[in-house]
């Protein structure tokens, strides 16, 4: 895999459709031609219906969606961008003759998308239906294809993706989670799915493939440790302490409520992946980047909002983000760092 960084930027069609708001189509495409060091540019996407409220989602709707996307595509190639540069979307409730639409103007790399709502075995089924036409009859790549949310291993391994995206790396880190890989013949592997430990005192309730570091054996706690060490930290240590009411955090200490309610504040001994978000982050990252090593997709795009600490973004090399959010200066300086780091020599 290479290690150049690559910068897909999605319009932000699904966040603005969840708020039942628009993007305007001109700015976009001005934006993108701004941006000239981003690598692909998603097409302007039209959603049908409203957010979680399936009846609204009709045959005709779908369709003057699709009509719509299809027509933003046009124009965005209309107005300069190299259709090499511009990915349409296939959602998972299109009409197939959109696909082949796309596929016989001749569109060299295509977004495919799963529905959210939909389980595993639904989101395998659409693509059992895309996969006759984006593939040879000799098993090769017809056209490129980037799968949307497509996170788990076992669409990850459905087919040959070109790439894929995926927030999971940031919202399990959020949830006081870091992945940490099984082991093959006491080797870790990263071809299987993760486990997902819980670090920080704070985690939610365990689920399926998850457990808290206070639960492990000895043996396994002490691999942890050594996987942590690999990556560059540690576990930390932190304390809980009973403060009297009206106490105000000291951020710059990395103290944050365990309770607010009882006054029960968290307060750091030594920092690591229990008591910081920013290295529970670049452990995920550094797994993710192990694992498209092994599993047959090209390139995985880390998708989720900008991460203050820059150490974290310079390690996700690959970086999905959004038109939608570039109206903060946050998102612009992030974009500009990836594009600095684009440009920079290997």
């Given at each position: 895999m290479s290690r150049r960084h690559r910068i897909l930027l999605d319009s932000g069609a699904f966040s603005v459709w969840s708020k039942g708001a628009t993007i305007d189509l001109d700015s976009y495409v001005a934006f993108c031609h701004a941006h000239p060091d981003v690598d692909y540019f998603v097409n302007l996407d039209v959603i049908p219906g409203k957010m979680f409220q399936k009846r609204t989602v009709t045959v005709e709707g779908t369709e003057a969606s699709c009509k719509a996307s299809w027509d933003n595509y046009q124009e965005m190639l209309r107005q300069g961008l190299p259709k090499a540069k511009v990915i349409p979307v296939y959602h998972q409730n299109d009409d197939l003759k959109w696909l082949r639409k796309y596929l016989e103007f001749g569109t060299p790399y295509v977004g495919i998308s799963p529905a959210n709502d939909s389980t595993t075995e639904g989101k395998l089924r659409y693509l059992d239906t895309v996969k006759p036409y984006i593939f040879n009859r000799d098993g090769s790549m017809a056209v490129r294809t980037h799968g949307f949310a497509v996170t788990s291993y076992r669409l990850m391994r459905y087919m040959d993706w070109w790439s894929v995206d995926s927030a999971s790396w940031k919202l399990s880190a959020a949830w006081g989670g870091i992945y940490f890989p099984t082991t093959t013949n006491g080797q870790d592997d990263y071809s299987q799915p993760p486990l997902l430990v819980g670090v920080s005192p704070m985690s939610p309730t365990v689920q399926k493939r998850q457990q808290h570091v206070d639960s492990m054996s000895p043996r396994v706690k002490a691999r942890l440790?050594?996987?942590?060490?690999?990556?560059?930290?540690?576990?930390?240590?932190?304390?809980?302490?009973?403060?009297?009411?009206?106490?105000?955090?000291?951020?710059?200490?990395?103290?944050?409520?365990?309770?607010?309610?009882?006054?029960?504040?968290?307060?750091?001994?030594?920092?690591?992946?229990?008591?910081?978000?920013?290295?529970?982050?670049?452990?995920?990252?550094?797994?993710?980047?192990?694992?498209?090593?092994?599993?047959?997709?090209?390139?995985?795009?880390?998708?989720?909002?900008?991460?203050?600490?820059?150490?974290?973004?310079?390690?996700?090399?690959?970086?999905?983000?959004?038109?939608?959010?570039?109206?903060?200066?946050?998102?612009?300086?992030?974009?500009?760092?990836?594009?600095?780091l684009r440009t920079q020599p290997t």
């Open positions: 440790l050594d996987y942590l060490a690999a990556a560059g930290v540690s576990l930390g240590r932190q304390k809980i302490v009973q403060e009297s009411a009206g106490y105000r955090l000291d951020r710059e200490d990395g103290e944050t409520w365990y309770d607010k309610k009882r006054h029960l504040v968290l307060k750091v001994m030594e920092r690591g992946v229990a008591n910081n978000l920013n290295d529970r982050l670049l452990v995920n990252a550094r797994f993710v980047r192990k694992a498209n090593r092994v599993l047959p997709v090209r390139h995985i795009y880390f998708a989720g909002a900008p991460v203050p600490d820059e150490q974290v973004e310079r390690a996700l090399r690959n970086r999905l983000l959004s038109f939608h959010e570039m109206k903060g200066a946050s998102c612009l300086r992030c974009l500009a760092f990836h594009e600095q």
